[in-house]
């Protein structure tokens, strides 16, 4: 596609429930990560695919998250037992690998907005 | 850990005046910084880009100059408009990792 595309672009759950939210990065661009941005904050680094295969995932704040890429394209992140301290917009970025005459710039989707009740 | 950090917080101007963000990091092995732009309830725009290498980049009526010695980036807008008023979000990325560590953000407003 034309750009990053994220959905849902809101979700409302209740506390414990299991959210997905998809990442649909711009085609031909292998590397993919997932932020967190709180109100007034900057965004928050959870995790970098390289391909299918998480390269740093340091940012993930517990094992109630994970995140899967598997054929290098589209992203799911996945969150259990969702908690009211999860509400936030979790947003998804793309690029080509940084190196040659590739910048690395990183082109970010519209995110989507986790509303935890 | 590097650390970024935005001065100032919040800046309110009146249309057609000059303007500079400024951005600072901690440490200065970076890869690249990056300027956003970034609408209420909307995602991040990349305004622009500048490789460690470089001093500056311009776009437009926006220009970035990189000082990365002193860990310091300008982001300094011209003739600004109403429509300039967003946040704008400065990142640094390591030189030896791929993510982008992003600054709290200056939240710009132009009066017409």
């Known amino acids: 596609g034309a750009g990053v595309s994220q959905t849902p672009s809101n979700k409302v759950t209740e506390k414990g429930k299991y959210v997905e939210l998809r990442c649909d990065p711009i085609?031909?661009?292998?590397?993919l990560y997932w932020y967190r941005q709180s109100l007034g904050q900057g965004p928050e680094f959870l995790i970098y695919?390289?391909?299918?295969?998480?390269?740093?995932d340091s940012g993930l704040p517990n094992d109630r998250f994970f995140a899967v890429r598997p054929e290098g394209s589209v992203s799911t992140l996945k969150i259990q037992r969702t908690e009211r301290g999860d509400s936030a917009v979790y947003l998804c970025?793309?690029?080509?690998?940084?190196?040659?005459?590739?910048?690395?710039?990183?082109?970010f989707g519209e995110g989507s907005r986790l509303t935890v009740l | 850990k590097q650390e970024v950090t935005q001065i100032p917080a919040a800046l309110s101007v009146p249309e057609g005046e000059n303007l500079v963000l400024n951005c600072s990091f901690t440490?200065?092995?970076?890869?690249?910084l990056q300027w956003f732009r970034q609408d209420p309830g909307k995602g991040l725009t990349s305004l622009l880009l500048?490789?460690?290498?470089?001093r500056e980049q311009t776009s437009g009526r926006l220009n970035a100059s990189l000082d990365k010695s002193s860990g310091r980036s300008t982001l300094y807008i011209a003739a600004s408009q109403p429509g300039d008023s967003a946040t704008y979000l400065c990142?640094?990325?390591?030189?030896?990792?791929?993510?982008?560590?992003f600054g709290a953000g200056t939240i710009l407003r132009v009066k017409s």
């Open positions: 695919f390289q391909g299918t295969g998480a390269a740093d």
């Open positions: 440490d200065s092995a970076i890869y690249n």
């Open positions: 085609s031909g661009h292998t590397a």
């Open positions: 970025a793309s690029s080509f690998p940084s190196g040659g005459p590739n910048t690395g710039e990183l082109f």
């Open positions: 990142a640094v990325r390591g030189e030896y990792g791929n993510k982008l560590v």
């Open positions: 500048i490789q460690s290498s470089q």
